[in-house]
């Protein structure tokens, strides 16, 4: 079964390096970014295809992803490793004790992190704890990420997965980077209270992605 995933991770690759070259990708940037230092790259999980193609090459080139330990995560790991990154397998549910683990590693390291707020099994646009977790823990800011396609193909699962048509324009735009105090993860409140603004400028990137796309 690994070595089916494996095949289909590397078709994937192709495929989406292919795709990738058709598009018109236009990056909006907040002036706040540098883009020499070392970020946690959030984003919605339905909205992953351009961010994981692009965010190879953003600012620190050192960049770590992090992919469900499920079956199906194999798939999506060859995928990831194809492109370039180191990977990861676990949960950014704070209670994922060993990938977080793993992730402040990496992060303690200079790698810069890939996660999708809302991974991987949703509820979608319901961001989990690790991402607050992890900044506060490093001292990392957290860049929110929002992608817009003109056209795109919709698939049905959790996340309403979109993945470009090819010759689509597209706009990523990456958002103000958010810091995130040290003293914040022993407080489930105010853990809380930062997930709610994480997803509030999430929410907040992709009206500005597709703002800047009528704009196109």
């Known amino acids: ?23 018109s990708v236009r990056m909006v940037i907040h002036p706040d970014y540098q883009a020499k230092e070392q970020y946690i790259y959030c984003f919605w999980h339905g909205k992953q295809f351009m961010p994981v193609m692009r965010m190879r090459y953003m600012g620190n080139q050192k960049h770590v992803a992090l992919v469900s330990a499920s079956r199906d995560g194999e798939m999506l790991t060859t995928w990831l490793k194809a492109i370039g990154y180191r ?83 597209t706009v990523l735009y990456l958002g103000q980077p958010i810091s995130i105090p040290k003293d914040i993860t022993d407080n489930p409140l105010d853990t809380q209270q930062y997930i709610d603004m994480m997803v509030k400028e999430l929410h907040f990137s992709e009206e500005k992605a597709a703002a800047h796309l009528t704009k196109s």
């Open 1 to 23: 079964m690994h070595i089916k995933q494996k095949i289909i991770g590397f078709s994937a690759f192709a495929l989406s390096r292919v795709l990738n070259l058709t598009l």
């Open 87 to 169: 990977v990861i397998r676990g949960s950014s549910s704070r209670k994922a004790v060993s990938g977080l683990k793993k992730l402040l590693h990496f992060a303690k390291n200079g790698y810069s992190l890939g996660i999708a707020a809302d991974g991987p099994r949703g509820p979608i646009f319901q961001a989990k704890a690790g991402a607050i977790y992890l900044a506060a823990k490093t001292g990392v800011k957290i860049v929110p990420i929002g992608t817009v396609y003109e056209n795109a193909i919709q698939f049905r699962a959790w996340d309403k997965y979109q993945l470009p048509k090819p010759f689509s324009k």
